[in-house]
């Protein structure tokens, strides 16, 4: 199974590369300063030279795309329009693009996490897009054809970038190991629509 892997040096997908790639799986890993496999998901034209330059993937997981961190009275429209375009359009050309390249019954996984339904001093503009996405991810994932399947990770903050005994979004950071297990869940398993959570 061909797997590309978006956002592959971060926290969150460096960590589903090496698990993937740990399991025999092929897997290609991406972000915008990879030198091998350059891609910027806020570009469709970029997604798409990706999928052009691979060879025909089985499945696409992307854990790339950020926003803006501010307090409600500060935050301005243009703020918004940051994560709009990054983590939720970002997203969203990835699965357009993605459905028309990946083999039949393939599976695309998004990543949103905890903001989406618990709340976080300065965390309104992710919690925008997370909450989207997961709308998204509920309706576009029954108008995929050939088989091709749609779920979204929602993981809670993950240990290490968030310390062990402090609460964020009101829960305790979770293991990365437990995060993995929902991209796996999503790869492995006949599943689509669905939000995959663990906080
Ligand atoms: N870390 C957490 O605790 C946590 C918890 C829940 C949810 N999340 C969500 O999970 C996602 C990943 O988080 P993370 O902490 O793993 O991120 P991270 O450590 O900051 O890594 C981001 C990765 O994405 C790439 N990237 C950034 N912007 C990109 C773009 N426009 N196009 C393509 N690649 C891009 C980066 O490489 P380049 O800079 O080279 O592009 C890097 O590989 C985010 O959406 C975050 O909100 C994170």
Known sequence: MKILV???TGTIGSAIYNSFKGAG???FGAHRHSDSHPIDITNK???ANIFKTLPKLDAVINAAGTASWKPLAELTEEDYYVGIQSKLMGQVNLVHVAKDYLADKGSIT???GILAEHYEPN???LSLVNGALHSFVNAASNELERGIRLNVVAPGAILGDFPADQKFAGHFPISIEKAIKLYQQALTENITGQILKKY
């Open 6 to 8: 978006v956002g592959a």
């Open 25 to 27: 799986y092929e897997v």
């Open 45 to 47: 034209e970029s997604i």
């Open 110 to 112: 998004l990543t949103t």
């Open 123 to 125: 965390a309104v503009a």
